[in-house]
């Protein structure tokens, strides 16, 4: 049973229900406008930061600067801030919110949890020390989440834990590795599962079917054991922790190289049930990439979106969760008719997800503001920071320096040797990209510089701060009338 939702304002858990699901980044900065934007339309919705990258407790966000990656919790906002200002910043407006445990990734490091964010998918399994490592610290973070009396939705990541390889092996392989790896018992009950093929009802009067061979179905169980094992052990531990408090379960397998199979959908939450385990929300790669418009064939994105949802619907009544909901720009949506396609396929039931864009836009106004104004000083900084650290990066060949970063660089001297007013171009895609790091730099006495300079600024020009509120409001605005969200509850 999903479980069931409290509409006073303040923080609750939502169930199973469409609504847009929102970063807050900096909350100081980005609620008056989202919850604004909330009420106007009589939304439900939820606001989150992911644990994996921009949020971390409050013992990470205190170290001392080194002890920690940059990359991880670097928002410099903690779990403990976001989700408490959240709350009550809600309250007061009058508005009902869920406050969500965003991507628990049970990961080597954060910085291969970012680098995967930039396309770049390290096939190196994760060793049983850094698993070890991995959960200790995610039970951490849910033990302050929970400490909050806040949380009304967790969503895991485990999809580290694939093994990619059972889709290379030979068939003879996949049959021997299968009859070595799982007892005879639970072997016999896993194909039986797979014996028919099936047909799930999808939305504007369409079906899906989908047929699971044997030889499949032992593929897939290599693939996926492991990470199903772990995130079941993920799922007990919040439950625990929650005890008799509801919360909502999100499964997102969305950050792989390839987009995921209708198949592996099928597999994935009928073995989740076959533990006995619930999912309200699922989130499978539909072949959307971060802070970039959807440019695919839309036809297809239709029909696979439209697979994936009859299929979670069905299996464990779950609605879909779209990730890297994000575009190109703050005003681009996700590129023209992305929102229509995904409306079609799932007749409107659907979580959206978006987070980074309200600092893009944030960095954008700054960068519009006069040449000498203290803004545009502040954004200037910004921008010159962060490319004197990617480029260090580059140099020293760090964790950073993906094959997309160095392309992005060339291509931003390109553009300024072809035209200096390129110069500090707030849509200059290495910029876009590497822009939040400004948020965590730190100096020796572990102050977040640029990030108390943006709140304080913010904070302090009331010309700017309407301005922004209003732009941050009218991007929520387009998110919840694009996927019609209005009075969800
Ligand atoms: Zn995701």
């Not at 996949?174 to 007892?183: G, I, M």
């Not at 732009?471 to 969800?488: C, E, S, W, Y």
Request: proline fraction near 4%; charged fraction near 25%; aromatic fraction near 8%.
């Amino acid at each position: 049973m999903p479980p069931k939702i409290q509409a006073a304002p303040g923080a609750t858990c939502l169930g199973v229900l469409k609504h847009p699901a929102i970063g807050i980044r900096i909350p100081e900065l980005f609620l008056p406008g989202i919850l604004g934007a909330y009420k106007q339309r009589n939304v439900a919705g939820e606001l989150m930061l992911s644990f994996g990258r921009e949020t971390a407790p409050e013992k990470v966000i205190r170290a001392k600067p080194g002890v920690w990656e940059i990359t991880r919790g670097h928002t410099g906002t903690s779990i403990k801030k976001y989700m408490t200002l959240g709350a009550r910043e809600a309250q007061k407006a009058g508005v009902t919110v869920e406050i969500e445990a965003d991507h628990l990734i049970v990961i080597g490091s954060s910085t291969a949890a970012v680098q995967r964010i930039a396309g770049y998918h390290a096939e190196a399994r994760i060793s049983p020390e850094e698993l070890k490592k991995s959960l200790e610290y995610n039970r951490m973070a849910v033990d302050e989440a929970v400490a909050t009396g806040l949380v009304g939705c967790f969503t895991t990541d485990t999809s580290d834990l694939f093994w990619l390889e059972a889709d290379r092996l030979s068939d003879d392989r996949v049959r021997r590795l299968f009859a070595e790896r799982f007892k005879p018992e639970a072997a016999k009950k896993l194909l039986r599962r797979y014996r028919t093929k099936r047909t799930f009802r999808a939305p504007g009067g369409k079906s899906v079917s989908v047929t699971i061979s044997p030889l499949q179905a032992m593929r897939m169980a290599l693939k996926f054991h492991h990470s199903l094992k772990i995130n079941a052990q993920v799922y007990r531990y919040c439950k625990k922790k929650l005890g008799r408090k509801p919360f909502s379960f999100e499964i997102s397998l969305d950050e792989t190289a390839d987009t995921t199979s209708p198949r592996e959908t099928l597999f994935y939450l009928t073995e989740w049930k076959a533990m006995g385990l619930p999912c309200h929300y699922f989130a499978p790669n539909i072949g959307f990439e971060k802070r970039a418009d959807y440019k695919g064939d839309m036809t297809e994105l239709e029909k696979r979106t439209r697979q994936h949802h009859a299929i979670a619907q069905s299996v464990s009544g779950a609605l879909l969760s779209i990730h890297s909901g994000s575009g190109t720009t703050p005003y681009s949506g996700k590129g023209k008719n992305t929102y229509e396609a995904i409306l079609a396929a799932t007749g409107g039931q659907v979580k959206y997800k978006i987070s980074g864009v309200y600092y893009e836009l944030l960095l954008e106004l700054l960068a519009a503001l006069p040449p000498r104004s203290e803004g545009r000083k502040l954004y200037n900084h910004i921008f010159d920071a962060v490319l004197k650290l990617v480029k260090a990066e580059v140099r020293q060949g760090g964790p950073l320096a993906q094959p997309l970063l160095i392309q992005q660089l060339n291509k931003y001297a390109r553009q300024v040797a072809r035209n200096p007013k390129k110069k500090r171009d707030s849509r200059a895609d290495f910029f876009r990209f590497n822009s939040y790091l400004a948020l965590n730099m730190r100096d020796g006495k572990g102050k977040r510089y640029f990030r108390d300079a943006l709140v304080q600024y913010v904070k302090g020009d009331k010309v700017f701060r309407a301005q922004f509120d209003e732009q941050v409001k009218a991007l929520t605005l387009r998110l919840i009338d694009g996927m019609h969200f209005a009075d969800n509850l």
